[in-house]
């Protein structure tokens, strides 16, 4: 079993950045993939990015690469999403979420979510 809490969003103006960081707990929650989905009111849940440990193991959705930054800390056993350049299209609900190796991109791969944290980009 793992355990995720999500923080950090917010409200922010178009350009403006937020780092979102989601807390793990369990036993063995370093050993997951992690990643970070988003919802946005009337759409389905859209993956963002997600990370095992390696570059190699690292995606992103397109319209944030270059944008967006995800990264892991095994001492705290934390994912945090670094989003710069944010747009009002960046408007969503966004979810940590985990599995077991090996990496996917599809939401419905994943058996651990986090309530989720709102992130609003105003313009």
């Known amino acids: 079993q793992v355990q995720l809490v999500e923080s950090g969003g917010g409200l922010v103006q178009v350009g403006g950045s937020l780092r979102l960081s989601c807390a793990a707990s369990?036993?063995?929650?370093?050993?997951?993939?992690m990643g970070w989905f988003r919802q946005a009111p009337g759409k389905e849940r859209e993956f963002v990015a997600v990370k095992l440990w390696s570059i190699r193991d690292t995606k992103y959705e397109d319209s944030v690469k270059g944008r967006f930054t995800i990264s892991r800390d095994n001492a705290k056993n934390t994912v945090d999403l670094q989003m710069t350049s944010l747009k009002p299209e960046d408007t969503a609900v966004y979810y940590c979420a985990a599995k077991v190796p090996p990496v996917a991109t599809m939401s419905n791969e994943y058996a651990y979510w986090g309530q989720g944290t709102q992130v609003t980009v105003s313009s």
């Open positions: 369990g036993r063995t929650a370093s050993s997951y993939v």
